[in-house]
């Protein structure tokens, strides 16, 4: 399925989520275009357990400001529950893809 999305700019691009799998099972999600890979959207986090379809969001650093237009589209929904990383806490979202 075909997104467009925005980052860093006002600049809409043409993209699509794939998903994969950790090895411990948990969702990996990669924002693609059609050139390259442009952002890896989760991280993992051992000992945290997920449900299905959810994943740990990487909001921060290159990923700054991308996230909450999948958030506002209905693409990922925010399940109001967080993982702690070092010092940064991250928001567990759902794919609806």
Do not use: W
Not at 19 to 34: D, E, F, K, V, W
């Amino acid at each position: 399925m075909e997104i467009l999305f925005s980052h860093m700019s006002d600049e809409l691009q043409a993209g699509y989520i794939q998903c994969r799998s950790y090895p411990n099972g948990n969702l990996a999600i990669q924002l693609m275009t059609s050139e390259e890979p442009y952002a890896t959207l989760s991280i993992n986090v051992d000992g945290v357990s997920l449900e299905k379809n959810e994943f740990v969001a990487k909001t921060y650093n290159e990923n700054e400001g991308i996230l909450p237009q999948f958030v506002e589209s209905g693409l990922f929904t925010d399940t109001g529950k967080t993982s702690c990383l070092g010092h940064t806490t991250c928001p567990i979202y759902t794919y609806n893809g």
